[in-house]
């Protein structure tokens, strides 16, 4: 498989600050992939590096098999579609006109902007000012505009920060299509229990290190993450169930009929055999894995601080 961008030993430094270090991952085709961490962990260092924009002080960068930074950087850079965290459009520009401006800069043809916009539902909207567009409109704008030309590889930057619940869940599905139609995309966000549904593989930043990246089987795997079963049982027998467990299993969540319960994954059989055992007080149990936010904390409370 042809990869379609990769970071390959990527460490880069701003004077005595280190914002990416012995950084090495690889974009597939056809693959969504998240880039997550807190602010200053050094994912938008990453999008820099793919940009062009810098370049790493050790390692190497490639987007489509050309360094984005060297002298062929603008044959990398037209493989690139991006969307940045605050997207600034001129206002007095249609989106008809702002998509022509851009389609120019691209160096592509016009015909296809009609289609961009209603691609991302904005056909209705197209010969209006850009300054009486919503934020989630100006979002699906700056969407667009990262579609001119086909690229290879889309690179989305915070893509729902502002945006209320029905933008952000326009802004995912969006990224489903696109996912579905065999794109490229890699996302830095922080939504981390929104993205979780809409991406192949995580990436995990943190203090500019690379700490996990992979599947979400992988990544729970990888994390050793706990197991959580959600028990109903018949009212008032929770105690009685409670006292059937394990002293390491633990109860983070209980009512008069229900029990949350969570343990090492290891003795998440043993404790399945112990309920089963109790018909006449278990009523169902339902086996939830670790979403993403949960396996980023237990993720990032392994690593070490820096000495």
């Not at 603008?74 to 249609?94: C, D, I, K, S």
Request: aromatic fraction near 4%; hydrophobic fraction near 45%; glycine fraction near 8%.
């Amino acid at each position: 498989m042809i990869t379609i961008a990769e970071w390959r030993n990527v460490t880069k430094r701003y004077g005595s600050v280190t914002a990416a270090q012995d950084v090495t991952l690889e974009l597939e085709p056809g693959e969504a992939t998240a880039l997550v961490g807190h602010n200053g962990a050094g994912k938008t260092t990453l999008i820099k590096l793919l940009l062009g924009l810098i370049r790493p002080d050790e390692g190497s960068v490639r987007v489509a098999g050309v360094d984005p930074a060297g002298a062929r950087g603008a044959e990398a850079r037209r493989a690139l579609g991006f969307l940045p965290e605050n997207v600034a459009f001129h206002g007095a520009m249609t989106g008809t006109e702002l998509l022509a401006f851009y389609a120019r800069l691209k160096r592509q043809p016009q015909a296809n902007n009609r289609e961009l916009l209603e691609r991302v539902g904005l056909s209705h909207a197209a010969d209006r000012r850009v300054s009486t567009y919503s934020k989630g409109m100006r979002q699906r704008l700056g969407i667009a505009q990262a579609l001119i030309g086909v690229p290879k590889l889309l690179l989305f930057d915070e893509p729902t920060s502002g945006l209320d619940p029905a933008s952000r869940a326009d802004v995912f599905a969006l990224i489903d299509t696109l996912r579905k139609g065999g794109a490229t995309v890699l996302v830095s966000t922080h939504a981390l229990a929104e993205i979780e549904q809409h991406v192949d593989r995580v990436a995990i930043m943190h203090r500019s290190r690379l700490i996990a990246a992979g599947t979400m089987a992988e990544l729970r795997r990888g994390a050793e993450a706990d197991a959580r079963l959600r028990v109903r049982v018949v009212p008032c027998s929770t105690g009685r169930v409670l006292k059937q467990l394990p002293e390491i299993v633990r109860c983070v969540q209980r009512s008069d009929a229900e029990l949350v319960l969570m343990m090492p994954a290891g003795l998440k059989m043993d404790v399945l055999r112990v309920l089963l055992a109790m018909p006449e007080v278990v009523l169902d149990v339902e086996v939830t894995a670790p979403g993403l936010q949960q396996l980023y904390g237990q993720l990032v409370d392994t690593v070490e601080d820096p000495a």
